[in-house]
């Protein structure tokens, strides 16, 4: 399954980000082998609506649960309908850490 | 002619510029008055009349769910999010659309159609013979506040003399207040805030080619930072109103200072004249 992190860089050391739509990058972590990919948030930058834009990167990267300190209501109204499951962290840790608290379990789903 | 009062800080003293300026105008001639601070519009408070009230719309897309086939090329083409394409599933934010038509002209099976929406209302009054007033008022928590200053400005298309009062900033909002005119008022205050500001708004009038002259608004008579300012860029002190207690309560109380204290609209008169010298073309 795949799991989308936000993030400030592009490697598993990267601090997390609390922020979704404006994310400097999405850390997606296959959660079966811990290979990742690190995409580049098109829409960090952006003007307005960049919340259910970035949930569309999600969905065309067939991710099944997003980590991310806060995700906006436009955001998880589409992320909801895509049945992508959403997990808050935001202990300013790494996507590693925040990777290992989700797959302890210990992360609470929003 | 068309005139437009704008600031960059907020509460220089726009409106108390706008409201006296057109009351003492009135006198004379015909104006029109539009308050384009469509967020929290306020010129009525000091002509408080009965108004003719009209609904702002603009329109939004409306997908039609059943022969919709979810290609989701409206959402890829929509620049603000307002439309997510899911396999089976439309989301549409109504709150992000710019009602740009481009969902309805790239869906290849023409099932998208436009639907008009409430974003706010124009109030036009006539609180005195020689004085249209014309107020923009946003619903609140609509984002859209330039459709609104656009429809309360077509009010005023033709009139002869047209006084735009603004919202304060440099964004969207005031954009449209002083696109179209031929000369606009920078209010301002001998504060720091109020300088960095009026530096900002002195940008945008530039940039859109509206000459720009200043009016100081509450001088406590230590005016400099912003005097070097505008001799620096040109810009000519068009009026100075001082920082004085009476003022402050005329204005608090919702009176007109050039009413309450009539040797005022000379000054006022003399701003008038002062901005038409700066119009374009003169």
């Known amino acids: 399954m795949k799991i989308c992190f936000t993030a400030q860089g592009a490697t598993l050391e990267s601090l997390s980000e609390d922020r979704f739509g404006r994310a400097p990058y999405f850390i997606v972590v296959e959660s079966e082998d811990g290979s990742f990919e690190a995409i580049k948030n098109p829409y960090a930058d952006g003007g307005g609506g960049v919340g259910p834009k970035a949930a569309q990167v999600l969905i065309a990267n067939n991710v ?5 300190g806060q995700v906006g209501g436009n955001a998880k109204e589409v992320l909801a309908a895509a049945g992508i499951a959403m997990y808050t962290y ?7 850490n925040a990777f290992d608290q989700f797959t302890k379990n210990t992360l609470v789903r929003s | 002619m068309k005139l437009a009062i704008a600031s960059g800080k907020g509460g220089t003293g726009k409106s108390m510029v706008a409201a006296n300026l057109a009351f003492t105008l009135s006198r004379t001639i015909f104006v029109t008055l539009v308050d384009c601070d469509v967020e929290e519009p306020n010129l009525h408070l000091f002509f408080p009349t009965p108004a003719t009230i009209t609904e702002v719309t603009v329109p939004v897309p409306v997908i039609d769910e ?6 989701g090329l409206c959402g890829e083409f929509c620049q603000y999010g307002a439309i997510t394409v899911l396999p089976n599933k439309v989301l549409f934010f109504p709150e992000l659309c710019h009602s740009c038509g481009g969902c309805m002209l790239v869906c290849p099976n023409n099932i998208i159609h436009e639907e008009p929406k409430r974003i706010g209302t124009v109030a036009i009054s ?11 008022m946003l619903n609140t928590g609509n984002p859209h506040a330039v459709s609104v200053i656009r429809a309360a400005k077509k009010v005023a298309a033709g009139d002869p003399l047209v006084i735009c009062d603004s919202a304060p900033g440099t964004s969207c909002p005031v954009v449209e207040t002083l696109d179209g005119c031929d000369v606009c008022i920078l209010v301002t205050e001998s504060t720091p805030f109020g300088l960095h500001d009026l530096r ?3 940008d945008v009038a530039r940039r859109l080619g509206v000459p720009a002259g200043i009016v100081i608004n ?3 008579g230590k005016d400099q930072a912003t005097l070097e300012f505008c001799k620096d860029l040109g810009l000519e002190i068009l009026m100075t109103i001082p920082f004085d207690r009476e003022i402050a ?6 009176d007109l200072l050039c009413q309450v204290q009539p040797t005022w609209q000379n000054a006022f008169t003399a701003l008038f004249m002062k901005c038409r010298a700066l119009c374009k073309g003169n």
Do not use: M
């Open chain 2, 249 to 254: 309560a005329i204005q608090s109380r919702g």
């Open chain 2, 66 to 71: 059943n022969t919709c086939q979810h290609c």
């Open chain 1, 64 to 68: 099944k649960a997003l980590v991310s």
């Open chain 2, 218 to 220: 509450r001088s406590d």
């Open chain 2, 126 to 136: 006539t609180p005195l013979p020689n004085l249209k007033l014309i107020s923009g």
């Open chain 2, 200 to 202: 900002l708004a002195v």
């Open chain 1, 90 to 96: 935001n202990a300013g840790g790494s996507v590693k």
